[in-house]
C-alpha cells in the first residue's frame, strides 16, 4: 500500500461505513428534562395532569408525550399522545438529517422518546383494532434498531 493510500486526510482514500446511516436526535434541554422528572415524582393521582404541564411548556419534548400517552385513561389516549410523538419525532429527526432511512438505536437515551412513542403507538393501534399499523410500527422499530425489543419502553408487550 503507498504512502498516498494509508493517508486518513486524503480524499480519495473510500471508506466503507460498514451499513446504514445513523441518527441520534439532540438531547431534551435541562429544564425540559428536570420538569418532566419532577412530573414524574408527582403522587400518581397527580402525575398525568403534571406530566400535560410539561407538555404545554414544551409541545416539542419527545419524551414528554411518550410519558403522557403511557399514563393515558384510555387506549384512544394513548393512541393520540402516541401518535403526536410519532410525528413531532418524524419532523426533529428530519431535522437532525435523518433521510427516512437509517438506524436510530435505542442505546442512544436521546431517541428513547421518539421510539416509546413508535412503540407506544403499535400498542394502542392493536388495542384500538388498528392490525395493519400496529404491525407496521413492529416492522419501524426494527428497522430503525435491529436489536429492538419490546421490553425496551416498559409497556406491557
Same mark, same amino acid.
Given at each position: 500500500?503507498? &504512502?498516498?493510500? &494509508?493517508?486518513?486526510? +486524503?480524499?480519495?482514500?473510500?471508506?466503507?461505513?460498514?451499513?446504514?446511516?445513523?441518527?441520534? /436526535?439532540?438531547?431534551?434541554?435541562? &429544564?425540559?428534562?428536570?420538569?418532566?422528572?419532577?412530573?414524574?415524582?408527582?403522587?400518581?393521582?397527580?402525575?398525568?395532569?403534571?406530566?400535560?404541564?410539561?407538555?404545554?411548556?414544551?409541545?416539542?419534548? /419527545?419524551?414528554?408525550?411518550?410519558? /403522557?400517552?403511557?399514563?393515558?385513561?384510555? +387506549?384512544?389516549?394513548?393512541?393520540?399522545? =402516541?401518535?403526536?410523538?410519532?410525528?413531532?419525532?418524524?419532523?426533529?429527526?428530519?431535522?437532525? $438529517?435523518?433521510? $427516512?432511512?437509517?438506524?436510530?438505536?435505542?442505546?442512544?437515551?436521546?431517541?428513547? $422518546? =421518539? /421510539?416509546?412513542?413508535?412503540?407506544?403507538?403499535?400498542?394502542?393501534?392493536?388495542?384500538?383494532?388498528?392490525?395493519?399499523?400496529?404491525?407496521?410500527?413492529? &416492522? =419501524?422499530?426494527?428497522?430503525? +434498531?435491529?436489536?429492538?425489543?419490546? +421490553?425496551?419502553?416498559?409497556?406491557?408487550?
Amino acid at each position: 500500500m503507498s &504512502q498516498r493510500e &494509508q493517508s486518513s486526510s +486524503d480524499p480519495s482514500v473510500v471508506r466503507l461505513t460498514g451499513g446504514p446511516p445513523e441518527t441520534v /436526535l439532540d438531547p431534551e434541554p435541562d &429544564q425540559v428534562a428536570a420538569a418532566l422528572e419532577a412530573a414524574r415524582s408527582e403522587p400518581v393521582e397527580r402525575r398525568r395532569h403534571a406530566v400535560a404541564d410539561v407538555v404545554r411548556s414544551h409541545p416539542t419534548s /419527545l419524551d414528554a408525550w411518550a410519558e /403522557l400517552g403511557s399514563l393515558a385513561r384510555d +387506549d384512544v389516549e394513548a393512541y393520540a399522545c =402516541f401518535r403526536v410523538g410519532y410525528h413531532r419525532g418524524l419532523d426533529a429527526l428530519r431535522r437532525s $438529517g435523518w433521510k $427516512g432511512s437509517g438506524l436510530i438505536r435505542w442505546e442512544n437515551r436521546s431517541n428513547r $422518546g =421518539f /421510539l416509546r412513542s413508535v412503540d407506544g403507538l403499535r400498542l394502542a393501534a392493536g388495542a384500538i383494532g388498528e392490525r395493519d399499523e400496529e404491525e407496521r410500527c413492529g &416492522q =419501524f422499530l426494527r428497522q430503525l +434498531d435491529p436489536s429492538w425489543r419490546t +421490553d425496551h419502553t416498559g409497556f406491557p408487550a
